[in-house]
């Protein structure tokens, strides 16, 4: 039997995100030995450089994931010598035909297999796609090609994307990700669903009042400003990120784990829910500082954001599902940049113990001190319920307590990166956690007429601090659906 190789060309080698995250996920997995024995990686980007730059440019950003484990730089250097570099047009396809030669040279004698991590923006994607001399997968081989969002910047657009670049790939050589879906606390949501008994009989408008999912980032656009006037919070983190969580939360159970049936599942959510309407939404942009004598800037002094920009950096939405499991049950987001703190999590709030026991015999007035199961994806992946608890002693009063389980004091291994497991899944030829074209075209048009309608009517963001809480219509919003937002009580 023939030896197979795979060969990886990131296109658009230079930007931040290969540099960043591809390159090191890529060492990472040639690490832990999930590579297989024959593999190139190719970086391919318009600047002139020789494959020792390139080298040179990336060693810089790999670690070795635990540190002191002997050998790291023998392994490093190792993967560096199969890092090569090909300087070419995103349009030329005669640049990319001599990458192909090169491709072919170092493949010979072996079963070829092609990986392209497309990290370019979305302009040019089909470009590259129609000049890269792409093969349908074969049994001499596959050919799968990895793209990163924006997926466009509408329904219309993203559908045209779509159209085009099947004019020259299969939907099953696409491989679209969304790095949330890489993530520990992501991937374990459906374990937590359907492996234990206790959640799945209260996951529904039964047991649940309402479910947050919150993201900030405690930093603005900085230098980023560019690619993020012309989509805003709402595209960037919303109708991707947060959408995705939100529906592997809300979904039924899947007939088997695998790719089509957990994507079907994932379909009939976003199908079952209504378009998001403006009133059930509020934004905010965020304005200059200065705190403990530091003045941190606002979104418009970042130079290559325009004046006057109405680009949300803050948003918060109010989002239902009209099926049986969860009629009436606010699904509540909120995105932000240059906010307080770091942080993504979704918060579950349950419903009122009915009968307040408690307060009849004791006075104890449980008040709002519901349930809540809070998952935090990052910093410090955790999960924990928050619970009524009696405090110790001869009295009878009760406290809110946490059952806590948080990952760095219960497991030791360190947790790999998102864009680990999802480039291991892209070359393992598994689905499962990236987004069919079906589930993209249904999420924006959840999404579509509210962008329209914020860029048709002007509509002004709320402007709050950097650094602070973000602007007070978030409030409003979640109390117009009777809510409180869980991380700020
Ligand atoms: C990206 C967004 O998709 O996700 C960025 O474009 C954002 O604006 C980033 O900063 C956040 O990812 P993470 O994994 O750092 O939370």
């Not at 040279?105 to 370019?120: C, M, T």
């Not at 595209?235 to 007939?255: G, K």
């Not at 006057?308 to 109010?318: H, I, M, Q, Y």
């Not at 069919?436 to 579509?448: H, K, N």
Request: charged share 25%; with cysteine.
């Amino acid at each position: 039997k023939m030896e197979s190789t795979i060969s990886i060309t990131v296109v658009g080698a230079s930007g931040d995100l290969a540099k960043k995250k591809i390159f090191p996920a890529l060492f990472a997995l040639f690490y832990e030995d999930c590579l297989p024995e024959h593999f190139t990686v190719f970086g391919y980007a318009r600047s002139k450089m020789t494959d020792e730059e390139l080298r040179n440019t990336i060693s810089k950003t790999l670690t070795c994931r635990i540190d002191k484990r002997e050998n790291c730089s023998g392994k490093m250097d190792h993967f560096l010598q199969r890092c090569f570099y090909h300087s070419g047009q995103y349009d030329s396809e005669e640049n990319f035909s001599d990458l192909d030669n090169k491709l072919t040279e170092k493949e010979a004698g072996k079963l070829p297999n092609r990986l392209f991590y497309l990290s370019i923006p979305p302009n040019i994607f089909v470009d590259v796609v129609r000049c890269a001399s792409l093969r349908a997968s074969s049994a001499s081989g596959w050919t799968r090609v990895i793209v990163e969002k924006p997926f466009g910047r509408d329904a219309e657009s993203s559908g045209e994307l779509t159209r085009c670049l099947k004019q020259y790939l299969a939907e099953d050589q696409i491989f679209r990700i969304d790095h949330y879906l890489g993530k520990e606390i992501v991937e374990n949501l459906s374990v937590l669903r359907f492996s234990n008994l206790v959640f799945e009989p209260l996951w529904s408008r039964n047991y649940i009042r309402n479910v947050q999912f919150i993201f900030s980032e405690d930093f603005g656009t900085e230098g980023r400003g560019g690619y993020f006037d012309n989509y805003g919070i709402i595209r960037d983190i919303m109708q991707n990120h947060l959408l995705q969580i939100l529906t592997l939360f809300a979904m039924e159970t899947p007939v088997t784990l695998d790719a089509e049936d957990i994507r079907n599942e994932k379909v009939k959510v976003l199908r079952s829910m209504r378009p998001v309407v403006l009133d059930d939404v509020t934004v905010g942009q965020y304005k200059g500082h200065t705190k403990g004598g530091k003045s941190y800037p606002a979104y418009t002094d970042d130079p290559t954001v325009p004046k006057g920009s109405l680009t949300p950096t803050f948003a918060a939405a109010a989002l239902f599902i009209d099926n049986a499991r969860w009629d009436g049950v606010p699904f509540l987001m909120k995105a932000g940049k240059a906010l307080h703190t770091k942080r993504a999590e979704i918060r579950v709030q349950f419903r009122h113990v009915p009968g307040n026991l408690y307060k009849r015999n004791f006075g104890t007035d449980l008040g709002k001190a519901t349930n809540e199961l809070v998952l935090r994806l990052q910093p410090d992946e955790a999960i924990y319920l928050k619970i009524n608890n009696k405090v110790p002693g001869l009295g009878m009063r009760l406290d809110r307590s946490d059952l806590n389980l948080l990952y760095k004091t219960r497991y030791s291994k360190e947790i790999p990166d998102a864009y680990e497991r999802l480039l291991l899944d892209a070359m393992e030829g598994e689905h499962r956690l990236f987004i069919r074209s079906d589930e993209l075209d249904a999420a924006w048009a959840l999404f579509t007429p509210l962008l329209k309608e914020l860029e048709e009517k002007k509509i002004a963001p709320e402007l709050y601090p950097y650094g602070s809480r973000g602007p007070v219509g978030a409030h409003y919003l979640a109390a117009k659906h009777n809510v409180r937002w869980g991380d700020l009580s």
